[in-house]
């Protein structure tokens, strides 16, 4: 007893930077609506072209069947060097009960699966990290103690978007606005037909964040403060 995967919100409440943190969900269901053409893309370009028109640090959750599915794209995030790279499992399993309604890993594979995300997305070098984003961000004692083995720092954030399924982009620029701090977490996906409108906020966002004197900077800075 005593060892458990820490677990943060945000970094410390001082200096003027934000993490922008983008997850990269990827189940089977999703492989499924891509392979059958029902959805075109789970990887939405269109924020890594303005991330990178603006020269924008941010950090991206990827799940390993993600990787594995867009082996391009993440060669291209991790071939930036404001971007960094983290781990959020490998194919989306819930792992704790009542977790919306993903499909629930038991507690004694948690740590294998985490491990294996890290083997998938190590070959792509670039600012890896052992930052951990649960699905749903669903965590509880016995899955904190599963992934402590791995030396993970789990990562929440204080900054919800909602950007899941979406319906307009305002609402978005809203609820980063209203609650973002000096050392807030926002997070965000990428996963385009899953948030269909976080590539339309994201100016919007970045304009606010200026507006309030707020920069953009990769996660590990932020959570080392200063
Ligand atoms: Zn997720």
């Known amino acids: 007893m005593g060892t458990r995967a820490p677990v943060v919100d945000h970094g410390p ?14 189940t089977d269901g999703m492989l499924a609506n891509l392979r059958s053409g029902k959805v075109r893309s789970y990887a939405n370009l ?10 924008v640090p941010a950090t991206f959750f990827l799940t390993g069947k993600w990787v594995q599915r867009y082996p391009e794209v993440t060669r291209r995030i991790a071939g930036n060097p404001r971007f960094e790279v983290a781990n959020h499992t ?5 792992f704790t009960a009542d977790c919306y309604d993903l499909p629930r890993l038991p507690v004694d594979e948690l740590a294998a699966d985490v491990a294996k995300t890290f083997e998938v997305i190590a ?32 990562v929440d954030g204080d900054v919800v978007s909602g950007d899941p399924f979406a319906k307009a982009w305002k609402p978005l620029v809203r609820a980063v606005l209203d609650h973002v701090r000096p050392g807030s977490v926002v997070i965000m996906h990428v996963t385009e037909a899953n948030a269909a409108m976080t590539d339309e906020a994201l100016p919007h966002i970045l304009a606010g ?6 920069t953009p900077a990769p996660l590990s800075e932020v959570l080392a403060g200063g």
Do not use: K, S, W
């Open 13 to 26: 409440r001082t200096g003027n930077r934000v993490a922008l943190t983008f997850d990269a969900d990827m």
């Open 46 to 55: 269109r924020i890594l072209d303005l991330l990178e028109r603006e020269q």
């Open 90 to 94: 490998y194919g989306h399993a819930a």
């Open 123 to 154: 070959p792509y070098g670039g600012r890896q990290t052992r930052y951990f984003r649960f699905p749903g961000l669903c965590h509880d004692a016995a899955a904190l103690d599963a992934l402590a083995p791995l030396g993970v720092t789990v």
């Open 209 to 214: 964040l200026r507006t309030r004197g707020l």
